[in-house]
């Protein structure tokens, strides 16, 4: 039976409440938890994502050169937006086979085969001689990416507490900047075959270290591997006894298959799944329509076309260090202020930047202003500024939602279509940044940016629920009885 609810406490009623006061009640509740493996296997668990931060940027700081002719590899702007399709239409196959393996083989396992098509892609990389080796190794290194996106998520919301979920989750966002913020300090002081070659070892290090990850509890216990589950989590939890957690599980889960065994399109069948699916798809278009994917691209570019006064490699560097820097603000207030209030700031914040960024344009090249030279910072200071303002909320928290919306039952057939998603609208965010360049050039480029970005806001305000501090099996009854009164408001 559900537990009453006190007024100040959140609201909780889900059939399995009362197992969360069996240890108290058992003596066997612990004074005070330790969460240090749990961090340390989320770090293992996103060295992968560290590589796809490697994956999205590579080609950032030295596009310049490539574009120049000073490198053995000429590439024209058309080829490098191709360069970063590719790596989205692997990621387009790299997700569905996650999902057709994930669930068969376990999350670890699919985690570890991730290393080899990264490591494949950085080999041709090193020994590229046309624009087409940089295709091939795209579209490989672009697989993998998929996949880690697909598993990494379920994988870190599977094994977190419900009050460090959210601070885990951010984990992905953090490896990505890792990734991008070694890409741009190495561009900038390493020739570009010793470059890669350093880039090579990322992925090398993934593979040693995944093999010592452990398998989710939520895993095992779909497999009835009951003892497996057990050992997990008493591993993972550093507490001897973890009874009353695994039952909620088992129970969890039974109560999730009762009825008949899930596909994938009981995604789509299912009002509550349908729902989680649009909040994730809306908000990677977020992510990526509102400028993102062109600054972390484009960034060296956009500094060399505003002629900004500070080199663009010390530009790339200071954005890098900003987008690794503002990860820990995150981590750091997410768990405490909440998914939704994070979105929405982050949001109404980042429209300042593309109006900075907009506006500068548009006096450079298209009017006379006289005092432009005082202003040559501005490209530096909207850039980092939008890094910083996308960071505390857009960039990172649509990964802890895409964890956390989905029982176990579909979540690997919810991950793997949100990387799909994830792959198909990064491949319209760059075609739409390259056509938008050429209409209209850099101020109809940040237009569009701002308003993709209000339409996002006022989205997020309506339809985008808070999940702050609740177990995985909590979100589901807070979701299906979201939808059930909606119903019920239609059909009165």
């Not at 509890?217 to 006894?241: C, H, W």
Request: glycine share 6%; proline share 3%; net charge positive.
């Amino acid at each position: 039976m559900p537990l009453e609810q006190n007024e100040k406490s959140p609201i909780r009623d889900y059939k399995y409440a009362e197992v969360q006061n069996e240890d108290k009640e058992l003596g066997h509740c612990d004074p005070k938890k330790n969460y240090s493996r749990e961090y340390i296997t989320t770090i293992i668990a996103t060295l992968g994502t560290i590589v796809c931060g490697i994956q999205f940027t590579w080609m950032g700081p030295i596009l310049p050169q490539m574009l120049s002719g000073s490198f053995k590899i000429q590439i024209t702007m058309a080829e490098s937006v191709w360069v970063f399709n590719l790596l989205h239409v692997g990621g387009l196959i790299g997700s569905i086979v996650a999902s057709m393996i994930t669930n068969h083989f376990g999350r670890k396992r699919t985690i570890v085969w991730t290393t080899i098509p990264f490591i494949i892609s950085s080999i041709i990389r090193i020994y590229a001689e046309t624009v087409l080796h940089y295709y091939i190794a795209q579209f490989i290194g672009g697989f993998s990416v998929g996949a880690s996106f697909a598993v990494v998520s379920m994988y870190i919301s599977e094994i977190s507490s419900p009050e460090i979920r959210g601070i885990l989750s951010t984990f992905i966002h953090f490896s990505v900047s890792v990734g991008i913020l070694f890409v741009f300090v190495l561009g900038a002081c390493l020739p570009i075959i010793t470059y890669y070659y350093v880039l090579a070892i990322f992925p090398i290090i993934q593979l040693i270290f995944t093999f010592y990850l452990p398998e989710t509890p939520y895993f095992q216990v779909m497999k009835q591997d009951y003892k497996g589950a057990e050992k997990t989590l008493r591993y993972i939890r550093k507490k001897s006894n973890v009874q009353d957690e695994l039952n909620r599980l088992i129970e969890g889960y039974k109560e999730e298959v009762s009825e008949k065994d899930q596909t994938f399109l009981d995604l789509f069948r299912d009002r509550t799944n349908l729902k989680s699916i649009i909040i994730i798809t809306v908000l990677t278009m977020a992510q990526q329509w509102t400028g993102a994917t062109a600054i972390y691209g484009y960034s060296q570019v956009i500094f060399v076309d505003g002629h900004s006064s500070i080199s663009a490699e010390s530009c790339g560097i200071l954005l890098a260090l900003m987008n690794f820097a503002v990860v820990f603000l995150l981590g750091a207030v997410i768990d405490r202020f909440g998914r939704r209030v994070l979105l929405m700031v982050s949001g109404i914040v980042t429209l300042i930047p593309l109006t900075m960024l907009g506006v500068y344009f548009y006096l450079q090249d298209f009017t006379d202003f006289k005092y432009i030279e005082h202003f040559r910072l501005v490209p530096l200071i909207g850039i980092v500024f939008f890094k910083f303002s996308y960071g505390v909320g857009l960039s990172g928290i649509p990964y802890v939602l895409s964890g956390e919306l989905f029982p176990t039952t579909v979540k690997a057939y919810a991950s793997s279509l949100n990387s799909i998603t994830m792959t198909a609208i990064g491949i319209v965010a760059n075609n739409m940044y390259e056509i938008a360049f050429k209409e209209y050039n850099y101020p109809g480029v940040f237009a569009m940016f701002f308003i993709l970005l209000v339409l996002a806001i006022i989205f997020i305000y309506f339809m985008v629920p808070e999940t702050k501090g609740l177990t995985l099996e909590e979100i589901q009854v807070k979701l299906r009885k979201s939808n059930k009164n909606k119903i019920r408001k239609i059909s009165n």
